[in-house]
């Protein structure tokens, strides 16, 4: 009875490990021909191996491996994936691979977009155009210096503003009161000079005046000169 019992155990126990494989290899697609593909990142931004591969929102393959490039001198990151073989012939030349990040926990993949029905298709094993992830980090390192920036440009504004309001500075005299008068005067003159220079250019336009019939007179101009 012990045996039988602990037969029934392990036999039950098997069918659950093989259901949960045939489960797992059917989410993965684990048992169907894939087709090999390589993208080139200059940074992956916390992807790893096994991240899911998404063609226009569904899910299509997963990625192989990540490694740096014979050359030492390249200065990017190699990513191989495989898709499902009927989803190969969609990735075209005009198809671009772009790392997207999914759930709370900011998990990455690879998203593929479809590419346009008139562009070729990649043959197995050929590089798929890439855009790289932004460099949050760097983003916010500089957002930091640009707020630091106008934190500076506003302490100095302020000192200026304060150094005119006591009269202390250049700005300050010129806005002072006691010169406002000036001003208001000095402003008055330039308005009448203004107006006595229309006058002067209205009547020259018109060839009144000495200075208006040489203009208008080409004749008389020329003997002058």
Same mark, same amino acid.
């Given at each position: 009875? *012990?045996?039988? !019992?602990?037969?029934?155990?392990?036999? +039950?126990?098997?069918?659950?490990?093989?259901?949960? #494989?045939?489960?797992?290899?059917?989410?993965?697609?684990?048992?169907? %021909?894939?087709?090999?593909? &390589?993208?080139?990142?200059?940074? +992956?931004?916390?992807?790893? &191996?096994?991240?899911?591969?998404?063609?226009?929102?569904?899910? *299509? /393959?997963?990625? &192989?491996?990540?490694?740096?490039?014979?050359?030492?001198?390249? %200065?990017? #990151?190699?990513?191989?994936?495989?898709?499902? $073989?009927?989803?190969?012939?969609?990735?075209?030349?005009?198809?671009?691979?772009?790392?997207? +990040?999914? /759930?709370?926990? $900011?998990?990455?993949?690879?998203?593929?977009?479809?590419?346009?029905?008139?562009?070729?298709?990649?043959? @197995? $094993?050929?590089?798929?155009?890439? *855009?790289?992830?932004?460099?949050?980090?760097?983003?916010?390192?500089?957002?930091?210096?640009?707020?630091?920036?106008?934190?500076?440009?506003?302490?100095?504004?302020?000192? #200026?503003?304060? =150094?005119?309001?006591? /009269? !202390? =500075?250049?700005?300050?005299?010129?806005?002072?009161?006691?010169? &406002?008068?000036?001003?208001?005067? +000095?402003?008055? %003159?330039?308005?009448? @000079?203004?107006?006595?220079?229309?006058?002067?250019?209205?009547?020259?336009?018109?060839?009144?005046?000495?200075?208006?019939?040489?203009?208008? %007179? !080409?004749?008389?101009?020329?003997?002058?000169?």
């Amino acid at each position: 009875a *012990v045996q039988i !019992k602990v037969g029934l155990l392990i036999v +039950t126990a098997l069918i659950l490990l093989s259901v949960t #494989i045939f489960l797992m290899g059917k989410e993965r697609r684990f048992f169907e %021909n894939k087709v090999p593909f &390589e993208i080139h990142f200059s940074r +992956t931004i916390g992807l790893r &191996e096994g991240a899911p591969i998404t063609l226009t929102g569904v899910r *299509v /393959g997963s990625v &192989e491996s990540l490694a740096f490039p014979q050359d030492v001198q390249e %200065n990017y #990151i190699v990513v191989q994936i495989k898709v499902v $073989g009927d989803v190969g012939p969609r990735i075209r030349k005009d198809t671009l691979a772009r790392i997207r +990040t999914q /759930g709370v926990l $900011g998990d990455k993949f690879i998203e593929l977009s479809g590419g346009s029905p008139e562009s070729e298709p990649l043959p @197995a $094993g050929s590089l798929i155009a890439s *855009v790289d992830p932004l460099d949050y980090e760097t983003l916010l390192g500089e957002s930091e210096d640009v707020v630091q920036n106008f934190a500076s440009i506003a302490s100095s504004l302020k000192a #200026i503003l304060k =150094s005119a309001e006591e /009269g !202390k =500075s250049l700005l300050g005299q010129i806005v002072a009161p006691e010169h &406002e008068k000036k001003w208001i005067d +000095t402003a008055n %003159n330039i308005r009448s @000079a203004s107006a006595s220079l229309k006058n002067i250019l209205s009547s020259v336009e018109k060839g009144e005046g000495v200075l208006g019939q040489l203009v208008q %007179n !080409k004749e008389a101009g020329q003997a002058v000169m």
